[in-house]
């Protein structure tokens, strides 16, 4: 339905290290219903405990969001993290720096905060 939506992305943190040698310097993607609707910018040096302070808004509801956490790598592909699909719904209200836990393989391998606010 058309009422907006903002989506905010905090920050995250992870419960261990994805990459062999040195620091993660991780981004996060926000797809809506299959919709890439942000990428963030690379949290540099911050390694487990990367922060964004990025947000978008949507024109509408969508049935879910979906946000995956990448570490970013010039060497090879970045790696996922882990990811959370949220469902949406109109009578959801406001979120405000809610934790999502991250999963990746099925196991739980951190938290992704963000608000998420319906209009």
């Known amino acids: ?10 920050g995250a943190t992870l419960s261990r290290s994805f990459c062999k040698v040195g620091w993660m310097d991780c981004y996060a993607v926000v797809k809506a219903d299959g919709q ?9 040096w911050s390694h487990k405990t ?4 990025q947000q978008t808004e949507l024109a509408s509801i969508p049935d879910h969001i979906h946000i995956s956490v990448y570490d970013s790598n010039r060497l090879h592909k970045d790696v996922l993290c882990g990811s959370v699909e949220i469902p949406m719904a109109e009578d959801m209200g406001c979120l405000a720096e809610r934790p999502f836990t ?9 938290t992704v ?4 606010s319906v209009e």
Request: aromatic share 2%; glycine share 12%.
């Open 1 to 10: 339905s058309a009422m907006p939506v903002s989506v905010q992305l905090h």
């Open 36 to 44: 890439q609707v942000l990428r963030t910018a690379v949290s540099r």
């Open 50 to 53: 990367p922060g964004w302070g």
């Open 102 to 110: 991250l999963i990746k393989r099925g196991r739980s391998t951190g």
């Open 113 to 116: 905060r963000v608000t998420l």
